[in-house]
């Protein structure tokens, strides 16, 4: 099973996850990157006019991204990493999502948050994206990394 990590990370937090993800599972990388970068006042999620407050608010936002993996169709799975904005996937992970040829991939989601579990962001994607296949993702620290990805790995092979 070829596998590729692919990430969206903001401040580094979730690139050093998805590197370390990388380096257990042998996996290639791809970092998700926005057209136009997020600096600090962007994500000051305490600034209702705040970039990602109010791509936050509106459902139907979908930021660009620079580009795409050019060879999807080497994966049978895609880990699909970034960090918990206000309960959800940031809307970029949407842009992915609707813009990546996925289909007949199975997409592992993982995420990093300062306190937020991925339960309902499990239930979102499923539901907004039915015609993807998702495994249950998880919140991930430095430490959980190694057991999550070997967890990942024997799921994957079944």
Not at 127 to 134: A, D, S, W
């Amino acid at each position: 099973m070829k596998i590729l990590v692919t990430y969206f990370s903001a401040t580094a937090t979730t690139k050093e996850i998805a590197r370390m993800i990388s380096k257990e599972l042998k996996a290639d990388l791809f970092e998700i990157e926005p057209v136009e970068k997020y600096t600090s006042a962007d994500l000051n999620w305490m600034d209702q006019n705040s970039r990602s407050s109010k791509e936050n608010a509106d459902r139907k936002t979908r930021p660009a991204i620079k580009e795409y993996p050019k060879n999807l169709d080497e994966y049978d799975a895609i880990l699909l990493g970034f960090p918990i904005w206000w309960y959800r996937e940031p809307r970029i992970i949407d842009t992915f999502l609707e813009n990546a040829k996925l289909e007949n991939k199975t997409i592992v989601p993982f995420a990093t948050s300062g306190g937020t579990d991925m339960d309902g962001i499990n239930v979102t994607l499923k539901n907004e994206y039915p015609q993807l296949k998702f495994l249950n993702g998880e919140r991930l620290t430095k430490n959980t990394v190694t057991f999550w990805a070997n967890k990942i790995k024997e799921e994957l092979s079944k």
